[in-house]
């Protein structure tokens, strides 16, 4: 006879055999046990964990930077970091190698070529950038969206630098871009997020995309196609307007494009 049954002959065995929920609910309180003391563990460390003890600088504590993305644009190997700003200089800030990147103040993109490649203008206000090969040479170009005025590609000349080409609404006011072959012709497309209207701006092949006006998601551009709805911001409109932006209904009301071409 064991403890148990020698201690308590008639009342433990009975009850341990005939009430199986019982052991069910012991053994269930034993796994959260378990489980907490897992959960409040610190976790196991090992050599190979990354460590953020020594973080690695880049631009100036001044820099209003609003969007950033990374890429090998100089295709020497290593991931470079690409950041737009708000009324200052964007540039890309190449690695050298190691990790390291510029951490001063841009003042003279000439001057700094060995470290940076500037791109767009002082006065430009960026608000996200991202990097796709829209003309399909095999570099990544970068893309930059504009919160006010003109958004840009700046088309990669394989080496870092670029120069300019336009795309969008030449009055945005754009938050937020990505990249992706949304109509499966092998040619990156773009989509912005974009507080008055989000759109997709289509790749004609070549890396060109439509700027200029968007007067009616009714009958877009050639390479455009408006996605969701309207924003339904009427103290916008008539600055909006005036500038040459959309022609509204009166009162404005909320509608949504259902010929987005997708396929
Ligand atoms: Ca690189
Ligand atoms: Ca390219
Ligand atoms: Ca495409």
Known sequence: MDNRSRYFPHVLPVRWAALPSTRLLIAAVAAAVLLAGWHLTAPATHADDPSYDNPVTYGAAQDKITGITVGDIDADGDLDLI??????????????????????????????????????????????????????????????????????????????????????????AGRSLAAGDLNGDGSPDLVVGDRAQNVVFFNDGRGNFYSGRLDSCDTPPAGVACVGARAHRPSRWPTWTAMGGWTLPSPAVPTVNHRVPFT
């Open 83 to 172: 950041a737009v700003k708000d009324g200052q200089q964007s540039a890309a800030y190449l690695n050298d190698g190691q990790g390291h990147f510029f951490d001063g103040v841009i003042d003279d993109c000439a001057a700094q070529a060995s470290v940076l490649r500037c791109f767009g203008a002082p006065d430009d206000h960026f608000t996200a950038v991202t990097l796709a090969d829209v003309d399909s040479d095999g570099d990544l170009d970068g893309v930059a969206l504009a919160g006010s005025g003109q958004s840009r590609i700046f088309v990669n000349d394989g080496r870092g630098s670029s120069s300019p080409a336009a795309f969008g609404f030449s009055l945005s």
